[in-house]
């Protein structure tokens, strides 16, 4: 009977954190950058001693529990602005930000703007940098190259305009299958992140954010799985605290 209270409130509750899990995902599905977050769990042998009467018995019963949170770090599609502060990247590189903490941080969140003193940053979070350090730019007037170079329009005396090299992207590579720690909603980093290895294709897209890689059907078929789930675990505590109770006032008619 123990043994029914522990796997139904063991079940109850990892079904709680399987459902907090997606809806943290559901509610970033229009965060840009975001990557799913998928719980990863595992079970041990738990010895139960119980006392019935002076007698000592002994048992074991599976336990659950989260054993880490893996994030899914999969390309996801593009929504194309035309703004020339919407970057995205096509191929498994990551921008390098400057974090205000005092850490650099990776993300593929690239709906920039300027700050105050005319640095190209990411919201609050930091300043995007390039192989040179922090990007400054003054003005909305700059191109992205498909290799990361930004280049600035600059007027010549005779009138002529011209494209001036400011810095290139400071890029970091992340495999796929590569483990990530989050910071937030689409900040990373990693013990796995490298510079960019020679040879690797990717592709900088100016006017063009990344979306999160959610998809909708999927966490919400999930969502209802892990509901149904809680609720079968709470009908069997029930059912289990009902013959518990049952069985007690037999003992005591005994």
């Known amino acids: 009977m123990n043994r ?36 990863v769990t595992n079970t ?3 010895h139960m001693i119980l006392v019935k009467h002076r007698q000592e018995l002994s048992g074991s019963f599976k336990h659950q529990f989260v054993d880490t949170t893996y994030t899914d770090l999969e390309q996801s599609n593009f929504e194309f602005t035309e703004s020339p502060f919407d970057v ?13 903490n005092g850490e650099t941080m990776l993300t593929r969140n ?19 940098l390039g192989e040179n350090g922090e990007i ?4 909305k007037d700059f191109v992205i190259d498909v290799d990361g170079s930004i280049y600035q329009k600059v007027t010549n005396d005779d009138g002529t305009e011209e494209r001036q090299l400011v810095d290139r992207l400071l890029l970091s590579y992340i495999d796929p299958e590569g483990d990530v720690t989050k910071f937030g909603a689409n900040m990373f980093t990693s013990v796995d992140a490298r510079p960019v290895p020679e040879g690797t294709r990717y592709e900088i897209i100016q006017g063009a954010y990344e979306r999160s890689n959610i ?10 799985n892990c509901y149904r789930l809680f609720e079968t675990n709470s009908k069997i505590l029930q059912m289990a605290d009902s013959m518990n109770a049952t069985s007690s006032s037999l003992c005591k008619k005994v």
């Open 136 to 139: 400054y730019l003054g003005n």
């Open 215 to 224: 998809d909708w059907n999927y966490e919400l078929t999930m969502m209802m």
């Open 88 to 100: 995205g990247i096509n191929g498994n590189v990551y921008f390098n930000i400057a974090g205000y």
């Open 44 to 46: 041990f042998d738990e």
């Open 4 to 39: 029914g209270y522990y796997y139904a409130c063991n079940g109850m509750i990892m079904s709680q954190r399987m459902i907090d899990c997606i809806g943290n995902n559901l509610s970033n599905a229009s965060t840009a950058g975001y990557k799913r977050d998928t719980l």
């Open 110 to 128: 690239g709906q920039w703007e300027l700050d105050s003193e005319g640095y190209l940053c990411l919201n609050n979070s930091g300043r995007i």
